[in-house]
């Protein structure tokens, strides 16, 4: 177990249809990733908070946001939803010091209908 | 753009060789990071890689970092079933951007 939570871990939903996945970092950790993992795409980085601000942007479409609230949790919309978004979404955490890696939460598997 | 490759991208072995994963990247990085990923699950942090000639060993597993080549390594050592994952090599760019570019993975089976 690496700290890190999500909710929820499935999701069914329709096209054109919005989402919000949910992550909470490991206590103490202040960036927040958000990685997809698709099987044409492979592991994709999505997009980085740092403390509530936005740090780093990917290959993030622009019918997906995010934030970061001030308890830290994250949250990743995704919005007008299309059958390409099926996917696998990870949220990973690190404390942004030294020698620490990134610790990925369990996953949103997301499906769309 | 960064790149990452890794090679093989499957490895089928029997229980008791050996054998080396390999991760290309194409452009600076001061961090290289392994990986393992069961099917259906999430990723376990393997090893993490911070400078030139960094060697980590954990159990059956080695990782390796020259980063004048541009090049790390994953020994497996005497390979048994419970190593049979998909191992990802990947990379940041530095303090302030450590959001990682990952490889396309490796899938080992490690047959009886």
């Known amino acids: 177990d690496s700290g890190v939570t999500q909710t929820p871990k499935h999701l069914i939903t329709a096209t054109g249809q919005r989402v919000t996945l949910r992550c909470s970092p490991r206590?103490?950790?202040?960036?927040v990733y958000w990685y997809q993992q698709s099987l044409d795409q492979g592991l994709q980085f999505l997009i980085q908070?740092?403390?509530?601000?936005?740090?780093a942007k990917g290959n993030i479409l622009e019918r997906f946001s995010a934030q970061q609230f001030p308890d830290l949790h994250s949250e990743l919309n995704l919005s007008s939803l299309e059958l390409g978004d099926s996917a696998l979404y990870f949220c990973?955490?690190?404390?942004?010091?030294?020698?620490?890696?990134?610790?990925f939460g369990p996953g949103t598997r997301l499906t769309v209908l | 753009e960064l790149k990452v490759e890794q090679n093989p991208l499957f490895l089928s072995m029997q229980e008791g060789k050996n054998y080396t994963i390999y991760c290309n990247y194409s452009?600076?990085?001061?961090?290289l990071y392994w990986y393992r990923q069961d099917p259906g699950k999430s990723l376990e942090s393997l090893f993490v890689l911070l400078s030139n000639g960094a060697v980590k060993q954990e159990g059956r597993l080695m990782a390796s970092l020259d980063t004048k080549a541009r090049l790390s390594t994953l020994h497996i050592t005497a390979a048994v079933h419970d190593l049979s994952a998909t191992y990802f090599c990947?990379?940041?760019?530095?303090?302030?951007?450590?959001?990682?570019?990952f490889g396309s993975g490796t899938r080992l089976q490690v047959q009886p």
């Open positions: 206590s103490g950790d202040l960036s």
């Open positions: 452009t600076t990085s001061d961090r």
């Open positions: 990973a955490s690190s404390p942004e010091r030294g020698t620490d890696t990134q610790y």
């Open positions: 908070y740092y403390n509530g601000e936005e740090r």
């Open positions: 990947a990379v940041d760019r530095g303090p302030g951007r450590r959001a990682l570019t």
